[in-house]
């Protein structure tokens, strides 16, 4: 059975929300409550597509961001918060974004005109941007790990790189990697004002007015990269394809596309057809393209559109693990499905330096376009070189399949938030959770820390978690703390609406608790106390219901939290829940700490070994996977592993 209650700092949080405040602590008792803020949660921005942001359309930003821009005319060193503060400004707010994608369509189909004139205002051209040598990657799953591995080969040849990635896990400069590190604060700041000042001096000249968040960081980015005269740009687009910003690039040298799922069906379509559509959309007239295996309805849309484009499509099978274990090597990302982006993101560089040693003609140029599925040539990725193995085997990319050890807690931290990565996720979460608890020799519990955002299906994807036997599930928005002092405007979002979030993430510990309620109904229908355990009364809406509980009783006074007090029905499925108002007061309670366990130092073997002995003497080692957002993992990478990009 599922037992479910509230964490005590989240005493008034579903149907009403917390107000962020410099004073109290987001897990005692002094949280500031209230249903009249419409103030905006931190989370992580990510707005890929072509809603374009306007004078006077930024709600309580655009003041903040006018006053930051002012202070900084007057600093001879330009500051990184106030560059981040002044980014937050061209984001639009959500009720913008809600009329603008009532007319979505028609608004996108513009958008890569748009950034051709954000290009040119900021002093570049398509041309510029072509000279780059772009690898251009999509895919619903796998594209920023395929990218990862590709620049970490590409590294191992002695190539300069450059990455653009979305979205950022702590940091926004993280978004623009130069040889696999995020630029460093200067520079971000310095390219940054570069790029604003230009852009705000022209609002009048052609398109007009100034980039949305994700359009405005992908000219930056190519700013940072000519720059910085690197040899190569890894280019991940941020939703879609066809219509995304990073499409504004005419010439890349190849292009590639991981594993499709259905994901922002809103704006992609509900079908796998539909989706591959707009991921093809990146193909360009004579440049190779790879993908790995898809389903062959969406194959069959990769190869239509790959004939329209006239564009070579090849497919890349899956890394045989024998050509790993031949040289005795790991993937640097763990997890099954990396062998899928990691042989595609060989073949993107084996076509790449193809390209560069024949003065820009790729090894495919001549090749024809496949007529059918079955003729669509098949590059498989075998007797690599030693670079390629180094490449993949030193790859590093946070919030996907990572662990983090602190004292007495091992986190997992994964990103899925589709089905099938999901899956994948609790594949791997299984066997290294398992693998670690034979080597502990003591108690070991498990807790689950999780959170999903959009429009995307929960229960499936909690289904598939069951299997894992958490004692705890935590259920939370991606802000980090009540305490506005200690959220970075980096994580700043003016997309979403408190309420919206709120009630996601209520519905999501919802969604839980039915999948053990249901496994368990029979037995509680026989005993006395079930008939005061229903979450709602009947007929009672969800909304009436979220507003009728009274959220500020402790939670060991719910009813569905005492039945282990009021009688011996205990399942060995047995997990409690909880709603939390923050990632901070989520983990305390899921790792049953008073204060957030942090990341140790890289340890020896002696340490882990003493580490393990003293595992022995009766503590208990919590296992906490967290997982359904990149977001919510990169506000758990913040408090636990603050100095990641130092």
């Known amino acids: 059975m599922a037992t479910r209650g509230l964490g005590h700092s989240a005493r008034a949080f579903p149907r009403f929300v917390t107000k962020l405040t410099d004073k109290g602590s987001c897990a005692g008792p002094s949280v500031a409550l209230t249903r009249q803020n419409t103030g905006r949660l931190f989370a992580f921005p990510d707005l890929s597509l072509g809603l374009q942001t306007h004078t006077g359309v930024r709600g309580m930003a655009s003041s903040s961001a006018a006053s930051d821009l002012t202070a900084h005319k007057h600093h001879n060193k330009p500051s990184y918060t106030e560059a981040v503060k002044a980014l937050n400004s061209l984001q639009s707010n959500a009720e913008t974004i809600k009329r603008s994608l009532e007319h979505r369509n028609e608004s996108r189909k513009h958008n890569i005109a748009r950034m051709v004139d954000y290009l040119q205002r900021a002093g570049l051209t398509v041309e510029d941007i072509d000279k780059l040598n772009v690898i251009h990657v999509t895919g619903t ?81 190519f700013h940072v990269f000519v720059r910085e005269g690197v040899d190569v740009v890894l280019l991940e687009v941020g939703i879609g394809g066809q219509y995304d910003s990073t499409n504004v690039v005419s010439s890349p040298v190849v292009c590639g596309i991981s594993s499709l799922d259905l994901d922002h069906t809103s704006l992609l379509g509900h ?33 239509e559109r790959s004939q329209e484009i006239q564009c070579p499509l090849y497919l890349a099978p899956p890394l045989m693990l024998e050509e790993l274990c031949s040289k005795q090597a790991d993937l640097g990302i763990a997890g099954p499905k990396q062998l899928y982006n990691a042989a595609l993101a060989v073949q993107l560089c084996t076509i790449w330096l193809s390209a560069q040693h024949k003065g820009g003609q790729t090894e495919d140029e001549q090749h024809g376009c ?7 040539p098949v590059r498989h990725s075998t007797g690599l070189s030693q670079q390629m193995i180094t490449g993949l085997c030193e790859c590093r990319w946070p919030g996907r399949t990572q662990t983090v050890h602190a004292e007495g807690v091992t986190y997992y931290l994964d990103g899925a938030h589709t089905t099938d990565s999901m899956q994948q996720c609790v594949q791997w979460f299984q066997q290294a959770a398992e693998k670690e608890r034979t080597g502990l020799r003591c108690k070991v519990s498990r807790a689950l820390v999780f959170n999903m955002t959009g429009d995307r299906p929960v229960s499936a994807l909690l289904n598939s978690l069951k299997v894992c036997e958490f004692q705890r599930a935590a259920f939370c928005p991606n802000v980090v703390s009540t305490i506005a002092s200690e959220n970075i405007p980096d994580q700043m979002n003016l997309t979403v609406e408190q309420d919206t979030v709120v009630r996601k993430c209520a519905r999501n510990q919802q969604s839980w608790d039915k999948l053990f309620s249901d496994s368990s109904a029979k037995e509680f229908q026989s005993h006395p106390v079930a008939a005061s355990m229903t979450d709602a009364p009947p007929g009672c ?72 002995e003293q595992s022995r003497s009766g503590h208990t080692h919590v296992q906490v996977l967290v997982t359904g957002s990149l977001h919510l993992v990169g506000g758990v990478l913040e408090l636990i592993s603050p100095h990641m990009n130092n």
Not at 153 to 167: A, M, N, V
Not at 272 to 293: C, Y
Not at 575 to 587: D, G, H, M, T, V
């Open 541 to 612: 809406g969800e909304d009436v219901y979220l507003d009728s509980v009274d959220f500020t009783r402790n939670s060991d006074d719910h009813v569905v939290s005492r039945l282990g007090d009021t009688c011996d029905l205990v399942s060995p499925q047995e997990c409690e829940s909880k709603l939390f108002p923050c990632i901070s007061s989520a983990l305390q309670w899921a790792t049953q700490r008073g204060e957030v366990a942090v990341a140790r130092p890289k340890e020896s073997a002696a340490a882990v070994g003493h580490r393990h």
């Open 271 to 303: 079908t796998l057809e539909e989706i591959a559509w707009h991921k093809a959309g990146i193909f360009k007239k004579g440049a190779p393209a790879v993908t790995v295996e898809q389903p062959d309805s969406a194959m069959q849309v990769l190869l």
């Open 370 to 376: 496949a007529s059918s599925l079955d003729s669509i």
């Open 141 to 221: 799953k796998g594209k920023g790990s395929t990218c990862a591995f590709a620049e970490s080969i590409l590294r191992q040849y002695g190539y300069k790189t450059g990455t653009f990635s979305s979205p950022h896990l702590i940091e926004v400069r993280e978004r623009i990697r130069i040889n696999g590190h995020p630029i460093d604060q200067e520079l971000f700041s310095t390219a940054f004002w570069d790029v604003y000042n230009r852009l705000k001096s022209t609002e009048d000249r052609g398109e007009g007015g100034m980039p949305h968040y994700f359009g405005f960081l992908t000219v930056m980015a």
